[in-house]
C-alpha cells in the first residue's frame, strides 16, 4: 500500500494545521496567574506522560516555579509521593480525554481541593469537563493508535501555555513561524528519515535529549517502539555514556535532540557514538542532518524535532511488513475498571 493509504501518514503530514489551531487557542483563552501556585504538576499516560516531561521542565524554566511530572497511574495510586500542602496547578493532558488513571487522579485531585487544573486534549469529553481552564485542539484528533499529529499539536499547547504563564509575548509571538517552518522540515527531510527508518540493518535506536529535548527523546522512541516493534530507548544525553553506549554497534542508530545552549556536550556523545561503529542522526537549529533553520527561539521550537522522528518509525514499520496504524497488542486509549 502507498503511504498515503495509511492515516498515520496523512496525520504526520497535515500536523501543523493543528500547531496552528493550538496557538490560536492558546493566544485567545484566559489562564490563571502563575504567581497563585507554589507547584505545578503535569500529568499524561504514555505519549501523554512524556510530553509532561516536556511541559514541566518548560513551565520551571519560563516561570521560574517548581514543575514536575508524573503518570496518571501514579499520581491516583501514589498521591502521597507527589502531592504537598502547597497550592498546586495540575495540568492534566491526554489525547483522548478518557483515560481511565488520568480521569481517576485528576477527580482526586479535584475532591481533595488541592487546586486548579488545565486540561490538554484533542477531544472535548471527561477529562474536559473537569477542567477549570480547558484547551481542546480538535484538528489534532486521529485515527491511529499512535499518537503524532495529536501529540504535537498538545505539545504546542503546552509550549504556548507555558510561555503565556511568564508572560512572555515574545515567545508566544515567535511560535507563529513555526508551522511554516515544520511544513518545509516535512518536505525537505522526509526522505532521509525513509533512508534512516527503511534501513532494516540497523536493528536499535537511542534517543537522546537532556533538557526540555528529554520528554520528546522518549516520545520519538516509544514511536519506534509502538509502530515498529523495534529496541528503542531514551536518554538524558550524557547519560549515554554511563552504561548504554556498551550497546552502540553498526546496527545502532544514535539520535540526537541537540539543543543550542549545550550542543558542544552533546555532540561530543554523537561523535564518541560514531567512533564506535553507531549511525548517528542530529537534529538542530543548524549544523545537523536535519537543520531546522527556524530562526525561533529555542525555549519554544522543540516541535520541529517531532515530524521526521515520526516519518523515520512510520517507513520502518512499512519496511517491516507492519501497520502503522494499527501497533500490536494496543488500543487508542486505555479505559480500566477501577
Ligand atoms: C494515552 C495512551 C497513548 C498510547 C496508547 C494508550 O492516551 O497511553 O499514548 O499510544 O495507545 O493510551 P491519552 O490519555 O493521551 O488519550
Known amino acids: 500500500m502507498e503511504p498515503k493509504n495509511y492515516h ?3 496525520e504526520i503530514k497535515s500536523q ?7 496557538l490560536d ?18 500529568t499524561g499516560c504514555g505519549s501523554t506522560h512524556y510530553l509532561s516531561f516536556a511541559g514541566s521542565a518548560l513551565y520551571q524554566e519560563l516561570t521560574g516555579c517548581v514543575a514536575r511530572a508524573v503518570p496518571g497511574g501514579e499520581l491516583f495510586l501514589n498521591p502521597q509521593n507527589v502531592l504537598t500542602n502547597q497550592r498546586t496547578l495540575l495540568v492534566a493532558i491526554s489525547r483522548s480525554g478518557t483515560t481511565t488513571e488520568t480521569i481517576k487522579a485528576v477527580e482526586k485531585f479535584k475532591a481533595e481541593k488541592r487546586g486548579d487544573v488545565v486540561v490538554i486534549s484533542n477531544y472535548d469529553e471527561v477529562l474536559s469537563r473537569l477542567a477549570d481552564f480547558n484547551i481542546v485542539i480538535d484538528r489534532g484528533q486521529e485515527e491511529s493508535v499512535a499518537q503524532t499529529r ?9 509550549t504556548a501555555f507555558c510561555a503565556k504563564m511568564a508572560g512572555r509575548d515574545d515567545l508566544l509571538k515567535a511560535m507563529k513561524k513555526l508551522p511554516e517552518v515544520g511544513n518545509r522540515l516535512i518536505s525537505n527531510y522526509e526522505s532521509y528519515a525513509k533512508g534512516i527508518g527503511e534501513n532494516l540493518n540497523f536493528d536499535r535506536f537511542y534517543f537522546l535529549g537532556s533538557g526540555i529535548r528529554y520528554g520528546l527523546a522518549c516520545e520519538a522512541n516509544l514511536k519506534m517502539k509502538e509502530m515498529t516493534l523495534t529496541h528503542s530507548e531514551p536518554f ?19 539520535v540526537g535532540l541537540l539543543s543550542d545552549a549545550n550542543r558542544v556536550h ?4 554523537l561523535s564518541e557514538m560514531k567512533m564506535l561503529g553507531g549511525i548517528v542522526s542530529a ?15 529555542e525555549s519554544v521550537r522543540g516541535v520541529l524535532y517531532l515530524p521526521a522522528l515520526q516519518l523515520m518509525a512510520f517507513y520502518r514499520s512499512l519496511a517491516k511488513g507492519l501497520n ?12 480500566l475498571d477501577f
Open 8 to 10: 498515520t501518514y496523512n
Open 16 to 22: 501543523t494545521e493543528a500547531w496552528k489551531q493550538a
Open 25 to 42: 487557542l492558546v493566544n485567545s483563552i484566559s489562564l490563571p496567574k502563575a504567581a497563585d501556585y507554589e507547584q505545578v504538576v503535569f
Open 150 to 158: 495529536s501529540f504535537a499539536s498538545m505539545y504546542v499547547a503546552a
Open 236 to 254: 538524558h544525553t550524557l547519560e549515554f555514556r554511563h552504561g548504554p553506549m556498551s550497546m552502540v554497534n553498526e546496527k545502532a542508530v544514535v
Open 266 to 269: 552533546e555532540a561530543k556523545v
Open 283 to 297: 537534529l538542530g537549529e543548524a549544523d545537523a542532518d536535519v537543520v531546522f533553520g527556524s530562526g525561533v527561539p
Open 324 to 335: 502503522p496504524d494499527r501497533p500490536a497488542n494496543l488500543t487508542a486509549v486505555v479505559k
